[in-house]
């Protein structure tokens, strides 16, 4: 067959599978869920390849892409080690001593398989990676969380990362973060820098997340925001089961949004206190405590975490009333 | 004025002509400050095969502490302990413990060994191994030419590359040890570790890029000068166009590397701030004294310019050197060598395009991570196009199976398995999921170790004939063959898992810190007894490897002076140049200048009959037709 044909085909092929997948889109919760393969998505992630299983919508999504990619891999794989098998068989010297000076005369299969490489990943950039990336990456749905934010619909946590462990800040009840400042920063104390002269200050603090009951804590079925940042070198705040990573960079505060649902996650799991617990790893090399860098963020119910907030807030507020005075 | 000139100008001729004279007699100027491509290939083969093995020592050591965190190395552990007797000062306290305290390795002894198998591997061993000891072995052979264009320059860039190793094997023995911020030195950490490993590294830095610089003008100034009469560009074997594409990436993606090198020094030594944000807290608990203003990202971006052609330099040699043994054993020409020839064009130019896919989640925005993805996606068309070529040239060929072959024939599935994995890596929607974990190792270990590195073992044993005059042992090539197939596979492959089930890098103790065991309270997303089982696994995997590379050292070095002698000086009947000189090639390769009749693999041409199944390309053998032809003309 011509070599122009097979481009034209997959050309097609490609652009019809991007016309029916982009046409399709939005359908569901979230941008190009495309839901079909599901079964096979939990089984080879879970069984195979040992993956937690996501517990966010656009998890499931990067599980999917994860799954459709590996099977483009395997296909090609495939593919090349038959050929190369049944060639070191059928063409070993003692088989075949003559080597035709010619060999393959036509220019078909490698022509398919460059093609096909070609035409899968059209599809794969083009209908999941840019817009998937997109969403995990749009500022505007960020800042409609944290408007959202006021009436609890939406929450915002900031994340702050030292050597070597994991701190967040919530707004407390008055939906306002207090303001910071580098002059009353204090790596141990005060990491966050709040006014210790400043009583009105309810900001919830969460100093170093290394066990279930200090650990960070996250609704369910809320769309969160997170702002990372780094007191010191470059970590990276990393949950598995959320699909969330991001680097904490010293000198910026970096985005990222994700919404825990109940639906993904498993009952089973649950402790006695009706709390998923996660481990938070630093995925960017931090110094000689990197490798015990674990953070906890547990995930509970709407309900709980509004109480939770609530005493937080209060007896945050309590305990600087009760320090301002001790001072005077 | 004529009469003072004349003899001045005759003795100078007369230095001259002793010196000549003087450099072919002297131990120093033959073998040791030599400017003869040969013996400086050799020099830097012996010297990044050392390095090789100093990198695996490295990682054996590693692997022993993520298998068993926290319990004495066997054998190298006493011997760690005497040797690399430096305190390390613990967090705040001032309390100092050895590195190695009862033979045991610490989290700063082992962020060491890490930072500087990085180093060491790519910049001390496979890219002096791949492009200047083969390159400067081979090219000026397979092109036809004397020597390299600038020998004197030749032979900085070798001295260089021997000031680099030297600064950066002192840096272990300097008080606190060698670099610990990983082979990517990331600001502000690489930054405000107050031992000196990591100044150490950064002026061994600047050597070794200056070096590789030095090493690229010289061969881009010999392929495009020095190629015999009739060595047209597409007569060039497929080995010399990858080093030729090579030597560009070095010259033009090393130099951000040394300027960045340069500018983290100042930051270490003169307090400056390229790199260090204002407010930083290193350690204790005020802000640090620095300016400011600086930022941690550019660092990257300039590490990462270099840092991805690096991966091309790394995998491009090898591939030149899989076609040449692959044609070489198939008896039968590369299929599509203009196609592989434009891809690795394409795939050079690419590389330079593709850095910050290594940066996905440091806050890009959206629209350069498409940028970055899709460059990422085009730059595997040219990838899957070697490899096809590859693959498609064994199709109807008469197969030879020794060792060179076996190992080129081996670096096509393993290579294939590095080039498909970076696919997944290669989105940054899919990073989320795969970043900074153990995917990530198996993919890049799969690119470089049985890949670069089969293809040069395959370089070595089929090139060892030329240099030496004998060949090495078939029987334990075969041994040491299949040995690294198997253990490459037990050590690589259950990494892919490992990271899936979210272990990370750089993980000092194995991934015990977030194991299900020492977090007994997570509900999900802990490792498993067996995803942290693996490492054991790998760890006899890599102890398998190193016995199996022991018999490789001993066979390398038993073979120079027992090897089986080849009776001819062409024992692969192979086409191209190097093999149409006497073996070992004299000072100046060539006894007469050879003149190019023909591309690099004229093999089976069913045209000539000239009783072999090969042509040379210097043989000026005219087929029937040709005569013809010309006789028509």
């Not at chain 1, 990362?161 to 141990?188: C, L, N, P, V």
């Not at chain 2, 190792?441 to 049985?450: E, K, L, S």
């Amino acid at each position: 067959m011509n070599k122009k044909y097979i481009g034209l085909i997959f050309g097609a092929i490609a652009g019809v599978v991007v016309a029916v997948l982009l046409v399709n889109s939005g359908k569901d919760e979230g941008t190009n869920t495309f839901t079909a393969f599901d079964s096979t998505v939990k089984y080879t992630m879970t069984e195979l390849f040992k993956s937690p299983p996501p517990i966010t919508e656009h998890g499931w999504n990067v599980d999917r892409v994860l799954v459709f990619v590996h099977v483009l891999m395997g296909v090609l794989f495939a593919g090349w080690t038959l050929y190369f098998l049944y060639c070191i068989f059928k063409f070993r010297e003692s088989n075949h001593p003559k080597a035709d000076y010619f060999g393959a005369r036509s220019k078909f299969w490698s022509t398919l398989v460059e093609y096909g490489v070609i035409a899968v990943e059209v599809v794969l950039i083009v209908c999941f990676a840019i817009p998937l990336w997109a969403e995990v990456m749009n500022d505007e749905k960020l800042a409609e969380i944290k408007a959202q934010a006021k009436d609890g619909s939406g929450l915002e946590i900031h994340i702050l990362a030292k050597q070597f462990d994991w701190s967040a800040r919530y707004a407390g009840t008055d939906g306002e973060f207090a303001q910071q400042d580098i002059r009353f920063a204090d790596k141990s104390n005060n990491p966050f820098g709040l006014d210790p002269n400043d009583a009105s200050i309810d900001d919830v603090l969460v100093l170093a997340a290394k066990d279930r009951k200090g650990a960070i804590v996250v609704p369910a079925d809320t769309a969160v925001a997170l702002k990372i940042t780094s007191m010191d070198v470059i970590h990276s705040f990393k949950v598995l089961p959320l699909r969330v990573c991001k680097d904490a960079i010293p000198g910026l505060q970096l985005p990222i949004h994700f919404e825990a649902k109940t639906k993904y996650l498993d009952p089973k799991e649950e402790n006695k206190d009706g709390e998923h617990v996660f481990l938070i790893t630093c995925a960017q090399l931090c110094g000689d405590g990197h490798g015990s860098m674990n953070g906890y963020l547990k995930v509970v119910s709407k309900t709980k975490f509004q109480e939770w907030i609530k005493t937080k807030s209060e007896a945050a507020q309590q305990a600087r009333r009760n320090n301002l005075a001790a001072v005077k | 004025m004529e009469t003072t000139t004349q003899p001045e100008a005759e003795h100078g001729g007369h230095h001259d002509d002793h010196n000549h004279g003087h450099a072919e007699q002297s131990f120093f100027t033959k073998y040791i400050f030599s400017t003869d491509h040969k013996v400086i290939g050799i020099q830097y083969g012996v010297g990044s095969l050392f390095f090789l093995l100093v990198g695996f020592i490295l990682i054996m050591g590693m692997r022993w502490q993520m298998a068993k965190p926290n319990t004495p190395v066997p054998v190298l552990g006493p011997i760690l302990e005497k040797v690399y007797a430096h305190e390390i000062a613990l967090d705040g306290e001032g309390k100092t413990v050895p590195i190695f305290k009862d033979g045991k390795i610490t989290a700063s002894g082992y962020n060491q060994f890490g930072a500087m198998h990085g180093t060491i591997m790519v910049f001390l061993a496979i890219v002096p191994l791949g492009f200047a000891a083969f390159g400067n072995y081979i090219v000026p052979l397979q092109i036809g030419a004397p020597d390299m264009c600038f020998p004197r320059v030749n032979m900085a860039s070798f001295w260089a590359f021997f000031a680099g190793c030297t600064v950066m094997t002192v840096s272990f023995f300097i008080p606190g040890g060698a670099a610990q911020a990983g082979w990517t030195s990331y600001s502000p950490l690489a930054s405000v570790i107050p031992t000196d490993g990591q100044t150490y590294w950064l002026v061994g830095m600047v050597l070794l890029i200056t070096s590789s610089l030095l090493g690229a003008v010289n061969f881009i100034a010999t392929i495009i000068q020095l190629r015999a009469p009739g060595m047209t560009w597409f007569r060039m074997p497929f080995f010399v166009w990858a080093q030729f594409v090579t030597a560009f990436l070095l010259l033009l993606a090393f130099p951000p590397l040394e300027a960045a090198g340069v500018m983290q020094l100042m930051d270490r030594v003169c307090d400056t701030s390229f790199f260090l944000p204002s407010g930083v807290f290193a350690s204790g608990t005020e802000p640090m004294n620095v300016s400011g203003g600086g930022s941690p990202l550019l660092w990257q971006h300039l590490f990462w310019f270099l840092g991805h052609p690096e991966v091309y330099v790394l995998i491009l040699p090898a591939i030149g050197m899989v076609t040449e043994i692959i044609s070489n054993n198939t008896r039968r020409p590369i299929w599509g060598y203009t196609l592989m020839v434009g891809g690795i064009l394409v795939l050079g130019f690419l590389s330079f395009i593709v850095w910050a896919h290594h940066m996905y989640l440091t806050g890009m925005s959206s629209k350069i991570a498409t940028f970055f993805q899709t460059t990422t996606m085009i730059i595997s068309i040219p990838s899957v196009i070697l490899l096809t070529c590859l693959f498609m040239s064994l199709w109807r060929g008469a197969i030879r199976f020794n060792t060179p072959s076996m190992f080129a024939l081996a670096f096509l599935p393993m290579f294939g398995i590095g080039g498909l994995t970076g696919l997944p890596l290669g989105f940054n929607f899919t990073d989320l999921h795969l970043h900074d974990s153990y995917y990530v190792i198996a993919h890049f270990h799969y690119v470089v170790a049985p890949g670069t590195i089969f293809a040069l073992f395959a370089g070595i044993y089929y090139w060892f004939p030329k240099m030496t005059g004998r060949r090495m042992s078939e029987h334990w090539g075969k041994v040491h063959f299949w040995g690294s197939l198997i253990f490459m596979n037990v050590i690589f492959m259950p990494m892919f898992i490992q990271g899936f089930a979210g272990m990370s890098r750089r993980m000092s103790d194995g991934g015990a810190t977030y194991s299900m065991i020492n977090n007994p309270d997570v509900t999900s997303g802990a490792l498993t007894d067996s995803v942290i089982n693996m490492n054991s696994m790998i760890t006899m995997g890599a102890f398998g490897m190193g016995l199996v590379q022991v018999v490789f050292i001993v066979n390398f070095f038993w073979s120079i002076r027992n090897g089986e002698k080849i009776n001819d000086d062409n024992p692969w009947k192979a086409t191209t140049l190097e093999w149409q000189t006497p073996t070992p090639p004299p000072h100046g390769n060539f006894l007469t200048e050879p003149k190019v009749y023909r591309g690099p693999y004229e093999y089976s041409n069913p045209d000539i009959d000239n009783g072999e199944d090969f042509i040379a390309q210097n043989d000026p053998y005219k087929s029937a037709s040709e005569e013809q032809k010309e006789a028509e003309a």
